[in-house]
């Protein structure tokens, strides 16, 4: 009997041994890493071991809205991620309309990113869907449809679309710069051809526009206003800021002479995991998003997604009809936001239209971008969410119909995509957030809240 305690004693010694020995490389891996080195594989084995050991740091209800943060993370990996991933694959939602070549109204244009990557690969005209066509028009010569990252099958396409999908309308959005009826200069753009990514847009140009979203044109936008209806747009555009620098970290350039492509940690936490309110302003905006989703359902439901590919197309119209009545959503968050709770009283009407020139000049901005890539998903994503708020707030009757409320094709597009960047974005800091904070936190100082952001 002694000597089976004495043998338990000596195995309990060596363990421990062996975990005192574990934590002390460990400890030693993490902080003699450079400051701005990835050091993706360590963070896997780390995030592996521990994820599962602490909670969340963000905890119950996501502020100004109708659902808790472990809610909206376990819903979000359930359902909507998975289902979003496979929504915008479809035909549908593949192709963007977009003005690419727009002259800044606010400076001369005098950024341009150094890496090929920043270009945008537009669509040859037998890619995209017959329906998204106009039946003839001038296309540029064979000789002409080169790609700027020499990818041939990309080649560019500047035909003008004439042609609407049945049941879709042209109607302008209130909300945003751009005048969607106008076709002139449009062209459609493969967004799987051209994923959201870090493109080496850098520098005053890129600062300069960041800088006129929150002090130039949005100066009133004040995130400790106490008003619910002034805040709104602040949060909006810091959630929609922290989800482009996630993936701009999550798809970054590690060694350009390699092209070898990754996740920069260390810049994840820089931008945007040391700064909790830029991660509750995403929730924020991803609820808000989805909400106009969800409010538009019938809308959404009825509408035509007819690309010319009847197998494509079902399974389109059945993704988006489980995406807009899936029960799990429905009974874990039925209203991701309140929007009626907002623009009450007399000053009402003039709120909602001082919000609305002030994202209106948000939109223009984007014109300014001086990287083609930067420029497309910062169009489409601030289209998207000009669209979420033309659903929610532009019927002030708050009882929305799908025959009052139009929209047109290329706002759906913007609005689904939006829903699915964010989506990303949330299930990457619920994933990692929690072993890139543990680990940079220690080794880069506490948080002094700062516009610092790039594209």
């Known amino acids: 009997m002694v000597k089976s305690e004495n043998e338990k004693k000596r195995r309990v010694n060596q363990w421990t041994w062996v975990f005192i020995g574990?934590?002390?490389?460990?400890?030693?891996?993490?902080?003699?890493?450079?400051?701005?080195?990835?050091?993706?594989?360590?963070?896997?084995?780390?995030?592996?071991?521990?994820?599962?050991q602490e909670g969340l740091k963000y905890h119950g209800m996501v502020e100004d809205c109708c659902c808790d943060y472990e809610t909206v993370d376990r819903i979000n990996v359930e359902v909507l991620h998975p289902l979003l991933q496979q929504i915008v694959k479809y035909p549908f939602f593949r192709y963007f309309k977009v003005k690419l070549w727009c002259d800044c109204p606010f400076w001369p244009d005098d950024g341009?990113?150094?890496?090929?990557?920043?270009?945008?690969?537009?669509?040859?005209?037998?890619?995209?869907?017959?329906?998204?066509?106009?039946?003839?028009?001038?296309?540029?010569?064979?000789?002409?449809?080169?790609?700027?990252?020499?990818?041939?099958?990309?080649?560019?396409?500047?035909?003008?679309?004439?042609?609407?999908?049945?049941?879709?309308?042209?109607?302008?959005?209130?909300?945003?710069?751009?005048?969607?009826?106008?076709?002139?200069?449009?062209?459609?753009?493969?967004?799987?051809?051209?994923?959201?990514?870090?493109?080496?847009?850098?520098?005053?140009?890129?600062?300069?526009?960041?800088?006129?979203?929150?002090?130039?044109?949005?100066?009133?936008?004040?995130?400790?206003?106490?008003?619910?209806?002034?805040?709104?747009?602040?949060?909006?555009?810091?959630?929609?800021?922290?989800?482009?620098?996630?993936?701009?970290?999550?798809?970054?350039?590690?060694?350009?002479?390699?092209?070898?492509w990754g996740q920069n940690l260390s810049l994840l936490y820089d931008r945007v995991l040391r700064y909790p309110d830029r991660v509750r302003n995403l929730y924020f905006t991803f609820l808000f998003v989805l909400r106009s989703v969800t409010k538009a359902a019938d809308y959404l439901e009825q509408a035509d997604y007819d690309t010319g590919n009847s197998l494509e197309d079902m399974n389109t119209q059945l993704l988006m009809k489980k995406l807009l009545y899936d029960h799990k959503l429905q009974a874990a968050c039925p209203k991701p936001f309140d929007e009626a709770k907002l623009w009450k009283g007399q000053s009402g009407p003039e709120l909602i239209k001082q919000t609305q020139r002030q994202f209106k000049n948000i939109s223009a901005l984007m014109d300014c971008v001086g990287c083609e890539k930067c420029r497309l998903w910062g169009k489409l994503q601030i289209l998207g969410l000009g669209t979420a708020l033309k659903i929610l707030f532009s019927d002030n009757s708050y009882e929305l119909t799908a025959q009052r409320l139009q929209l047109q094709r290329n706002e759906v597009i913007a609005l689904i995509n939006l829903l699915n960047r964010l989506s990303e974005s949330v299930r990457l800091v619920h994933e990692m957030g929690p072993s890139v904070e543990r680990i940079f936190g220690k080794i880069i100082g506490g948080p002094t809240d700062q516009i610092s952001h790039q594209f």
């Open 22 to 52: 574990a934590v002390i490389v460990l400890l030693l891996a993490i902080f003699l890493v450079p400051r701005n080195y990835p050091v993706t594989s360590l963070i896997h084995h780390i995030k592996s071991c521990y994820c599962s």
């Open 112 to 260: 341009m990113c150094r890496l090929r990557d920043c270009s945008v690969c537009e669509c040859p005209e037998n890619e995209f869907p017959e329906t998204f066509r106009k039946a003839s028009g001038n296309i540029l010569s064979s000789d002409n449809l080169i790609c700027q990252e020499g990818k041939p099958e990309a080649a560019v396409d500047r035909t003008i679309d004439a042609k609407a999908f049945k049941g879709w309308m042209e109607v302008d959005n209130p909300w945003t710069n751009d005048d969607e009826t106008d076709n002139a200069e449009m062209t459609y753009v493969n967004l799987q051809l051209n994923p959201e990514r870090y493109t080496g847009y850098t520098g005053p140009s890129a600062r300069r526009i960041w800088d006129a979203i929150y002090l130039e044109n949005c100066q009133k936008l004040d995130p400790s206003e106490e008003c619910q209806e002034k805040r709104i747009l602040y949060k909006l555009i810091s959630g929609l800021h922290s989800s482009i620098s996630i993936h701009i970290a999550a798809d970054y350039l590690l060694d350009e002479k390699t092209n070898t």
